[in-house]
């Protein structure tokens, strides 16, 4: 499901310039051309933040498992794969260089096809369901990934 905004104007901005300054940015394994970090400190604030979003939305009581931060290119693209580092995720926009589209396709019986502008984000359950980004249109877009763990229900 979309959650539009998820992200505040001045965290969009907080996260990107510490992307800039953050100096430990590893080619990723996982999208071939991208530049990328995992369990970075500077995440977690955020992480908890939407966290407790997520627990009213969803009614799951939730607890962070991981965070990640990807800088795509124009081309770049992430096959499709389940995740194994979280069994529940977000996927959010911080940025991207023009309002293109890039799309993320998720394979429920339907296949659905999610268009997110910044501080937009998708959340789904990423180990259950398939999921890729197609070739990226716009000339960058920085983009984080939150985990959770599920626990009981709430109600
Ligand atoms: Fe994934």
Redesign the pocket.
Known sequence: MIIKNILLEKEKEEIVSYWDKYTNKKKDHQAKGTLAARQVSFLSTYHNRIKLILEKETGFRLSEQFNAIRLYKKGDK?EK???NAAPF?I?IVVKQSDLKHNPLVFYFDNPQTIILQEGDGYYFK?MEIP?ERLEVQSDYLLHI?FGYNIHDKLI
């Open positions: 992430l794969h389940i995740d995720a996927t990423g999921h990934y």
